[in-house]
């Protein structure tokens, strides 16, 4: 499975921005789909899920900003980020997975920078 990101880029705060990551390869029965982040000096930290019947799961730093959604084939997971924040700032990763399994595979990153 490939996962290939992008959407990233650097905006003011307050400001949006659309992640996206196209699933490719041997993707049947890949259910769940997310996004984590990594900031400077930071581990990396999930920030959304979609998994299996289409449940959603947050971040509570980001919930109400952020929205995690997907195509209906399962090939491809957005992130819509609004109310942007400096504290956003980081490189976001977007993982997929099969039930049982946890997050397989990784895509390559993409960085997301807020800043005036």
């Known amino acids: 499975v490939q996962l290939q990101a992008s959407g990233g880029g650097l905006v003011q705060p307050g400001g949006f921005l659309r992640l996206s990551c196209a699933a490719s390869?041997?993707?049947?029965?890949?259910?769940?789909m997310g996004w984590y982040c990594r900031a400077p000096g930071k581990s990396r930290e999930s920030v959304a899920a979609?998994?299996?019947?289409?449940?959603?799961n947050y971040a509570d730093s980001v919930k109400g900003r952020f929205t995690i959604s997907r195509d209906n084939d399962k090939t491809t997971v957005y992130l819509q980020m609004n109310s942007l924040k400096v504290e956003d700032t980081a490189v976001y990763y977007c993982?997929?997975?099969?039930?049982?399994?946890?997050?397989?595979?990784w895509g390559q990153g993409t960085q997301v920078t807020v800043s005036s």
């Open positions: 979609i998994t299996t019947g289409g449940y959603l």
């Open positions: 390869g041997s993707i049947a029965s890949i259910n769940n």
């Open positions: 993982t997929v997975g099969r039930d049982g399994m946890g997050w397989q595979y």
